[in-house]
């Protein structure tokens, strides 16, 4: 497997607004300061009843320009339907309508190497119909939210990076699907997810994408939501989903970088530059013993505060 690393779009909060609720989709011009997301999902799947799917796609269809004109800092990501759903070829038309390629495209529920490669193909038929040009790869969400889902992430994960039309960017666990997968109950706590977290942070990491954690439904808890976010961050995720907006501003200070990280990683890379003229391994800063990991772990810090910059 070949990977090389980019810069991503950051996606520290990943904001959901049903496609079928045109006064949802309006509220999103009336977000402000610290409160306006970096990515937002405009929903065409689970946020939406199956007898508004029409009206969601029209929806989505005659805002997506204009929103994506209005707000030029945030992604603007459409999150089709399954490949198992038998919508997914219905929800691409959308594109037809579009004048540029979209932003982003989210794909749920991915159990399967085999659903990608037929989810590149009902795309690849869907991009033959549109009146723009693909000038680059789409970037891609998947999201894992099965048992079968999280033990295939690896075959899912390459079939996304041999295709030429995608680019995988990101990847988001669906808690609440994962636990009626296995037969679990929800705690506050989560320990029954702490495997798939993990699991799923290592693939993301290995893949040199994103990982986005699961949503905080207890969503007025405000100090449970930030401590639920500090738990993942320190996982290794890079954002979290979210279905509030008053959750969006601490969403995004968690999973941003303090001054203080900041300033410690500039300091030790200067440090390290320095320091690795003279040929010689580990060295000491700040009174302790610093190696190769630790310098990795500084990095990954300047990375992340550039992208949210």
Not at 38 to 57: C, I, N
Not at 201 to 214: E, L, R, S, T
Not at 215 to 243: P, R, Y
Request: glycine share 6%; proline share 4%; aromatic share 8%.
């Amino acid at each position: 497997m070949s990977v090389v690393a980019r810069r991503l779009w950051p996606r520290r909060a990943l904001f959901y607004t049903p496609g079928s609720d045109m006064r949802k989709i309006e509220k999103l011009r009336k977000l402000s300061g610290a409160g306006i997301p970096d990515f937002v999902a405009l929903d065409l799947e689970d946020g939406v009843a199956m007898s508004a799917k029409t009206q969601a796609r029209e929806n989505i269809a005659n805002t997506y320009e204009g929103l994506r004109a209005d707000m030029p800092n945030v992604q603007f990501g459409i999150r089709v339907n399954s490949v198992s759903s038998g919508l997914l070829s219905e929800d691409l038309r959308i594109l037809r309508e579009l004048k540029y390629a979209p932003s982003c495209l989210l794909l749920p529920k991915v159990d399967s190497a085999e659903e990608v490669r037929e989810f590149v193909e009902t795309y690849s038929l869907a991009l033959g119909r549109c009146r723009w040009k693909l000038k680059a790869p789409v970037p891609l969400v998947s999201f894992i939210e099965t048992a079968q889902g999280l033990l295939n992430m690896r075959e899912s994960f390459q079939a996304i990076l041999d295709s030429q039309y995608i680019k995988h960017e990101a990847t988001v666990f669906g808690s609440d699907d994962f636990v009626a997968s296995i037969g679990a109950h929800r705690s506050q706590n989560g320990e029954e997810l702490m495997y798939a977290r993990q699991k799923l942070v290592a693939h993301a990491k290995a893949f040199n994408i994103q990982a986005i954690d699961m949503v905080w439904i207890d969503f007025k808890n405000l100090e449970g939501l930030q401590e639920n976010s500090m738990q993942g961050a320190n996982l290794g995720f890079t954002g979290k989903q979210v279905i509030h907006p008053a959750n969006i501003e601490t969403v995004q200070r968690v999973f941003s970088p303090t001054e203080e990280k900041v300033q410690w990683a500039s300091e030790l890379l200067e440090q390290f530059a320095e320091h690795e003229k003279s040929g010689k391994g580990a060295f000491v800063f700040r009174g302790k013993m610093i190696d190769m990991p630790l310098v990795k772990q500084a990095e990954n810090i300047i990375v992340s505060m550039r992208s949210a910059s």
